[in-house]
């Protein structure tokens, strides 16, 4: 920090397990890569290739590269292990992965049908190759899981695997853990925090509303993603108070009544 205020949260360093940021990079140059990482890359520590980007993205050894030599771990979008295993071409998906030397695989069945079994194999297997992490959840709306289930869900690939699951919410933010209008669905967040320990789950939560519900609600050091580049200095703003959205929310609740008090 350029100067020490008090009373800011302890936030972790990396290598984070919690307080982890997951950016979603839907086609950065290599020069607005270079920028980002220069502007906010101690913050971030997953980028991902949203969906099936890295098929059409520029530059993409290049700006892995810059990735890795800057301590943050790509990976390529879940969609895009749907878009290979709807074609039946799985062992072409894993070289693709080996290719590009990632570290991480995203498994996900947000866009297909595929049952809960089958998908624990995939994370079984992929788990020798790479550190992989799940998503939970569909991003088809109508489709309704209960609450159970999405803790069945991520119990089960936790068990099977995978490093973190991802709680689905596409990257506007209005599906999966969501209600169509964007504010957060309490109860099945309530019920998945209550049987799910939070260190492992990712909330996607692209919008600043739903960033500062997450951290009322979990402190400074919840899991965050699908954050875009442009927004990581905010987000890391609220995630330690600097910000109106979060102002109160760390100081002492002496100080903060004493403020009240004074100037009510």
Same mark, same amino acid.
């Given at each position: 920090m350029n100067f020490h205020l008090p009373f800011i949260p302890s936030r972790s360093s990396k290598p984070r397990k919690s307080g982890l940021t997951m950016v979603m990079d839907k086609g950065l140059s290599v020069r607005e890569t270079e920028d980002f990482i220069s502007s906010a890359g101690e913050f971030v520590d997953f980028v991902k290739f949203g969906f099936g980007t890295s098929l059409i993205t520029k530059n993409l050894e290049e700006k892995i590269k810059l990735y890795n030599d800057a301590n943050i771990r790509p990976y390529f979008g879940g969609t895009l292990f749907e878009m290979f295993l709807v074609r039946g071409m799985y062992d072409e998906f894993r070289r693709f992965i080996d290719r590009y030397r990632l570290d991480l695989i995203e498994i996900s069945d947000g866009s297909i049908?595929? $049952?809960?079994e089958e998908k624990l194999k995939y994370i079984r297997e992929l788990s020798t190759q790479a550190t992989v992490i799940s998503e939970v959840g569909s991003k088809v709306a109508g489709i309704v899981i209960s609450h159970d289930k999405w803790v069945e869900m991520m119990k089960l690939e936790l068990e099977? +695997?995978?490093?973190?699951?991802?709680?689905?919410?596409?990257?506007?933010?209005?599906?999966?853990?969501?209600? $169509?209008? +964007?504010?957060?669905?309490?109860?099945?967040?309530?019920?998945?925090?209550?049987?799910?320990?939070?260190?492992?789950?990712? %909330?996607e939560a692209p919008n600043k509303s739903q960033?500062? %519900?997450?951290?009322?609600?979990?402190?400074?050091?919840?899991?965050?993603?699908?954050?875009? $580049?442009n927004e990581i200095i905010a987000l890391e703003t609220l995630r330690l108070g600097l910000r109106g959205d979060t102002f109160f929310q760390f100081l002492p609740e002496e100080i903060t009544r004493q403020y009240i008090m004074k100037h009510s």
């Amino acid at each position: 920090m350029n100067f020490h205020l008090p009373f800011i949260p302890s936030r972790s360093s990396k290598p984070r397990k919690s307080g982890l940021t997951m950016v979603m990079d839907k086609g950065l140059s290599v020069r607005e890569t270079e920028d980002f990482i220069s502007s906010a890359g101690e913050f971030v520590d997953f980028v991902k290739f949203g969906f099936g980007t890295s098929l059409i993205t520029k530059n993409l050894e290049e700006k892995i590269k810059l990735y890795n030599d800057a301590n943050i771990r790509p990976y390529f979008g879940g969609t895009l292990f749907e878009m290979f295993l709807v074609r039946g071409m799985y062992d072409e998906f894993r070289r693709f992965i080996d290719r590009y030397r990632l570290d991480l695989i995203e498994i996900s069945d947000g866009s297909i049908s595929l $049952p809960h079994e089958e998908k624990l194999k995939y994370i079984r297997e992929l788990s020798t190759q790479a550190t992989v992490i799940s998503e939970v959840g569909s991003k088809v709306a109508g489709i309704v899981i209960s609450h159970d289930k999405w803790v069945e869900m991520m119990k089960l690939e936790l068990e099977a +695997g995978s490093y973190k699951v991802i709680a689905e919410a596409r990257e506007s933010g209005n599906i999966g853990i969501y209600n $169509p209008d +964007g504010t957060a669905n309490k109860e099945l967040i309530n019920d998945i925090i209550e049987h799910v320990d939070t260190d492992n789950i990712i %909330w996607e939560a692209p919008n600043k509303s739903q960033q500062v %519900w997450f951290i009322k609600l979990l402190g400074c050091n919840v899991n965050l993603g699908n954050i875009a $580049p442009n927004e990581i200095i905010a987000l890391e703003t609220l995630r330690l108070g600097l910000r109106g959205d979060t102002f109160f929310q760390f100081l002492p609740e002496e100080i903060t009544r004493q403020y009240i008090m004074k100037h009510s």
